[in-house]
């Protein structure tokens, strides 16, 4: 009877003992005192690499585009995925990179840098502003009173609504200012039939 070539399921004793030179994705494993090969998905730098001295020599390029993102007014999330990749998004802790990132000097000052060179396009308007109240007033994992929040700010926006002097917030034109601008409203309400 042959050995099974495969790998025995990954015990609590299975523990990466090194990375191959040959590719980034392989992996070597060591369970039970045997040694096996394990192909990853995610190709993930060590956050180490993410620390504010060595952080320009190892991402200048990623660095650079994330700087840009937030520049032009993406989620650190969204900006971290662009720039590095999905893989570093779906790690157990993105925020890890997320805060060593926004924490550099490269980042601190970069960013009012690449703000700076955005004359041709302005970070906020009111397009970019509907947009991201759309997208909570439609986002089913926000919570209620944020989507209920983000669509009445949209109303006022769009002029579906008008804030009034005491500050809330009522229809431009009530039912009776419609009904009374219609010419055929005020016919039929005089000659009601039962």
Do not use: C
């Not at 050995?3 to 990466?16: G, H, K, M, V, Y």
């Not at 980034?24 to 730098?45: E, G």
């Not at 308007?125 to 109240?133: K, N, W």
């Amino acid at each position: 009877m042959q050995p099974d070539p495969r790998p025995p399921p990954a015990s609590r004793s299975a523990r990466p003992i090194s990375g191959d030179a040959r590719s980034p994705t392989l992996h070597t494993f060591r369970i039970a005192r045997k040694t096996y090969r394990h192909d990853t998905a995610m190709i993930v730098r060590d956050p180490q690499t993410f620390r504010n001295d060595v952080i320009v020599k190892h991402h200048a390029e990623p660095l650079a585009r994330y700087i840009h993102l937030k520049a032009n007014g993406k989620t650190s999330i969204a900006a971290l995925t662009g720039a590095f990749g999905p893989d570093y998004a779906a790690t157990m802790n993105p925020f890890e990179y997320i805060n060593l990132i926004e924490t550099s000097d490269a980042f601190m000052h970069g960013l009012p840098v690449a703000v700076a060179k955005m004359t041709d396009s302005p970070l906020w308007d009111a397009e970019q502003a509907a947009r991201v109240l759309f997208s909570i007033a439609t986002d089913e994992s926000a919570k209620r009173a944020e989507r209920i929040a983000a669509a009445k700010e949209l109303n006022v926006l769009f002029g579906i609504t008008i804030i009034d002097d005491k500050g809330n917030t009522r229809s431009r034109i009530t039912l009776d200012d419609l009904l009374k601008m219609t010419p055929s409203a005020n016919a039929v309400t005089s000659t009601k039939v039962h």
